[in-house]
């Protein structure tokens, strides 16, 4: 094992080439005022697997492979089921 970042998302978008939008989510509590607050980062992430929007996936860092990709799909973690009536606008 190596000691790259990893982390988990969800796709948000494959319409590329062999890259997919990853939204990293991340809960804390501020500092001062103790409050929860969410945060989320989104990142493009080269996928040979073969994303569906949805599927929660983990990525870890790589040399930069593009301009804005320096993150790799390693595994799908959950798969996001779909039914065929799932159309535009839902």
């Given at each position: 094992?190596?000691?790259?970042?990893?982390?988990?998302?969800?796709?948000?978008?494959?319409?590329?080439?062999?890259?997919?939008?990853?939204?990293?989510?991340?809960?804390?509590?501020?500092?001062?005022?103790?409050?929860?607050?969410?945060?989320?980062?989104?990142?493009?992430?080269?996928?040979?697997?073969?994303?569906?929007?949805?599927?929660?996936?983990?990525?870890?860092?790589?040399?930069?492979?593009?301009?804005?990709?320096?993150?790799?799909?390693?595994?799908?973690v959950k798969r996001e089921i779909?039914?065929?009536?799932?159309?535009v606008g839902e």
């Amino acid at each position: 094992m190596n000691n790259r970042r990893r982390m988990t998302g969800v796709v948000t978008s494959n319409k590329m080439t062999k890259t997919v939008v990853v939204e990293i989510t991340r809960k804390f509590r501020h500092p001062l005022y103790q409050k929860v607050v969410y945060s989320s980062k989104r990142v493009k992430a080269h996928d040979e697997i073969g994303c569906q929007i949805g599927d929660q996936v983990q990525i870890v860092e790589s040399a930069p492979i593009s301009r804005d990709k320096r993150w790799v799909v390693e595994s799908i973690v959950k798969r996001e089921i779909r039914n065929a009536d799932q159309g535009v606008g839902e």
